[in-house]
């Protein structure tokens, strides 16, 4: 057992010393450096799978004999009732609480179980997750009690998370006369044992401390070092519990003094101070009713699960807090109010570490880019109407945005690092981010929006490569998510005399990598356009397909780049920058060009005078700091060459996406970090590339007016034909055609002028579609 002061350092013995309303103040700070204005909650369903209790514990109520049940377990048709019933009020989390082991006390819970079939009530309780699993959405949650390594290899696939109360590691609490005396389970040893095995088993663990059933502060900050030592060890506590001891009628503590609001504080405090900024901090709500914004205060940014449906069974006399008004007392706090599934948000974002293989799918798909519930039902290519802006609230603000902020208003570049903070923007953060994204929007380009007539043309979807997010390619002439195609020469010069016929000054070409395909055939895709119409402006073929078609004649970049040019090629799109990091890239295009060659191909381009787009593919297994990578690659590179005319980002559309089919992706960006994406990108490369791009086939019309609010001025071609977000499931259409696209900037109070393809005049007016108009 740890000793109170030998492991503390001269620095946290003062701060634990020093008076309360200075350790808050340190404690408060702490909070916000790690977690910013939000404070989570999972919203669950409780599910009481057995009352019975092999242990006495003095203070609980949970606990019943046999007699004061109607059956020593809920059947499995009750726990599905229940699941079904939270499903239905929006829980994800099935919270199972249980007694422990009852079947070594209780003749009637073994011979339940015998009966049944089950040999405990921890195969018993792997068949009610089965069952939650298979019938709703929920995820499991167990808090069953002490476990064995096998125990947790059998239970982890069921669940995302397990938990176990530390409650203290003081041996003196287990002896008679105190709340633990006939209490096995509740040995220390045993409890800290349990807590490593969830280490060893990669196993994300919500533990805690309960105050006020007798021990001493120091005895408190003994518990507290012990979860910080097993944490450092393994890193698998992903939330620590500060729960207040509440008397209870009918129980052996029931006229035991409560601790004080003040203690409370003060514990959270010390539980903030020693764990760290980034350990998730929980304070039950409905424990300390009206005092939340002094929870805040203290260092809590968790209230844990809330549910809607179903008492607190551990504390039936304190119900829940309503989830609006939760919502109001945390905002009157000065934050912000966020959903987590039952498995934190940290380790959400590393599923692939910590949650077992059968659970990843259904993780995946429900969190945003910082493992928290998707906050909108809003997706990408859906034709779904984005969210209200948010209402100008004042939350207290996170000091790594404030810092990001000042440094950008002052016109400082910023690093990745604080790139990356500034995704992670709430409540005011984020509103001053569009704003200031908007004011230097303005101040570079001014009010117009500007458009290009264009047409897309893809003249095949066959491709050698295999990216996870791509529904578009077909990996053969088979039939393969809808027929293979390949568009010969004749095709492609009349489709772009039809665009030419209709008043497009651009033709964009791109295709798969088809296996019969070398550098001679993109030469002689130009030619074709080139020789049926001469004045058509060749925007073509994204970098991989410049390598590839360099690679098959033998030629350096710089060669074949040249040929291309001389032939016709005008301008490069790019596309196939996906994300601009090459962890990312072997997850989602493992065969695909690495990151340093996408640069090598446009600093290539670039070097000869061909100018080119950038775009960036996010919300799939990127990170904020990908993001934030990928924005200085595409900074560093203007820097060096000027060549970039536009940032293009790209949510990713995940309907049909073969990676998030096998339940390998997130289901694209939330519209909070759409909006963000722009604005950070006109912040991050203010000075270097002037235009950003709002994409109307991704964000739809109504998308597409808000994010020209936010640091965009350029609504890309009315293309005519697209057909490559059609293929992952896109429905906002494959033409806009320019009476649509002024209608849509003119609803915002904005003028829409047509562009060439390097921002200049187009050298007449369109007179077919200005007759349309």
């Not at 290519?381 to 902020?405: C, E």
């Not at 004011?439 to 066959?462: C, F, K, P, Q, S």
């Amino acid at each position: 057992m740890f000793i109170f002061g030998n492991t503390l350092s001269a620095a946290e013995r003062a701060v634990l010393t020093s008076p309360l309303a200075e350790m808050l103040g340190a404690a408060e700070a702490l909070t916000l450096a790690g977690h910013g204005p939000v404070v989570t909650y999972s919203r669950k369903v409780f599910i009481p799978l057995t009352k019975l209790c092999r242990d006495v514990c003095h203070y609980c109520t949970f606990a019943r004999r046999p007699s004061e049940l109607k059956s020593p377990y809920l059947s499995l048709d009750e726990v599905e009732a229940l699941a079904r019933q939270g499903e239905a009020a929006g829980c994800r989390e099935a919270l199972f609480t249980l007694g422990d082991r009852p079947e070594a006390r209780f003749r009637i819970a073994r011979e339940w179980l015998d009966r049944h079939g089950y040999a405990s009530t921890l195969h018993y309780l792997a068949a009610a997750a089965c069952r939650v699993l298979e019938t709703t959405s929920l995820l499991p949650h167990f808090n069953p009690g002490l476990l064995t390594g096998a125990d947790f290899a059998k239970l982890r696939p069921l669940a995302p998370s397990m938990g176990l109360m530390l409650e203290s590691i003081s041996q003196r609490l287990c002896e008679p006369g105190q709340p633990h005396f006939g209490s096995p389970d509740k040995f220390p040893a045993a409890r800290l044992e349990t807590l490593r095995l969830a280490g060893e088993a990669k196993v994300p663990f919500t533990t805690g401390v309960l105050i006020g059933i007798g021990e001493t502060r120091d005895e408190r900050i003994d518990t507290l070092l012990a979860i910080r030592d097993l944490h450092r060890r393994y890193g698998h506590v992903q939330e620590v519990i500060v729960q207040n001891f509440c008397a209870k009628p009918d129980t052996q503590m029931h006229d035991a003094p409560e601790p004080s609001l003040e203690e409370h504080l003060w514990t959270i405090a010390a539980a903030r101070l020693l764990l760290g900024p980034d350990m998730s901090i929980q304070a039950p709500p409905n424990l300390q009713p009206g005092a939340l914004a002094d929870l805040i205060r203290a260092g809590a940014n968790d209230w844990g699960g809330v549910s809607p449906v179903t008492p607190d069974h551990v504390n039936p006399e304190r119900p829940w807090p309503n989830l609006v008004a939760l919502e109001a007392e945390t905002l009157a706090a000065g934050r912000v109010l966020r959903q987590r599934l039952t498995v934190g948000p940290a380790y959400a974002r590393n599923a692939e570490i910590w949650v077992d293989p059968a659970l990843q799918s259904a993780v995946h798909r429900a969190v945003d880019g910082r493992g928290l519930v998707r906050e909108d039902d809003w997706h990408a290519g859906t034709g779904k109407v984005p969210p209200a802006a948010p209402p100008m609230i004042v939350t207290g603000t996170d000091p790594h945005v404030d810092a990001a902020l000042n440094q950008a208003e002052r016109g400082a570049t910023l690093d990745t690092a604080l790139i990356a903070d500034l995704f992670a923007a709430e409540g005011r953060d984020r509103t001053r981010i569009v704003a200031l994204a908007d004011e230097l929007r303005r101040a570079r380009v001014g009010d117009r929006v500007t458009y290009v007539v264009n047409r897309n043309i893809n003249y095949t979807n066959i491709c050698l490569y295999h990216c996870g997010f791509c529904a578009f390619s077909k990996g053969s002439m088979r039939s393969e998510r809808g027929p293979a195609y390949r568009i010969d020469l004749d095709e492609i010069a009349r489709r772009a005399t039809e665009a030419h016929e209709r008043g497009a000054t651009e033709v964009c070409l791109q295709g798969g990598i088809h296996p019969a395909f070398d550098g001679n055939t993109y030469l002689g895709i130009i030619r074709a356009v080139k020789q049926a119409v001469p004045v058509m402006h060749i925007h073509a073929f994204s970098p991989l397909e410049i390598h590839h078609g360099a690679t098959t004649l033998g030629l350096p970049l710089g060669d074949y780049l040249m040929m291309l040019k001389e032939a016709g090629l005008a301008t490069l799109p790019g596309t196939a920058a996906e994300i601009l990091t090459d962890r990312v890239r072997a997850i989602i295009c493992p065969d695909k060009l690495t990151t340093p060659q996408w640069l090598d191909v446009m600093r290539a381009a670039h070097g000869i005078g061909l100018r080119s787009t950038a775009t960036i593919m996010f919300g799939h297994v990127d990170t904020y700091a990908d993001w934030a990578a990928h924005l200085v690659a595409v900074r560093d590179l203007q820097a060096e060459t000027g060549g970039f005319t536009e940032f293009v980002p790209l949510p990713f559309v995940h309907m049909e996406a073969p990676m998030w089919r096998k339940g390998r992706a997130r289901s694209g960006p939330t519209w909070r970090e759409t909006q963000l994406m722009h604005a950070i990108a006109r912040i991050a490369l203010d000075g270097n590339i002037p235009n950003i791009q709002a994409s109307w086939v991704k964000l739809g019309n109504a998308g597409v007016e808000a994010i020209l609010q936010s640091g965009a001025n350029d609504l890309g071609g009315t293309l005519m034909d697209e057909s490559i977000t059609r293929a992952a499931g896109g429905q906002n259409g494959q033409h806009n055609d320019v009476a649509a696209l002024r209608a849509l900037a003119a609803r915002i109070g904005r003028l829409a002028v047509q562009r060439t393809t390097t921002y200049g005049n187009p050298a007449a007016p369109n007179r077919i579609l200005e007759s349309q108009t």
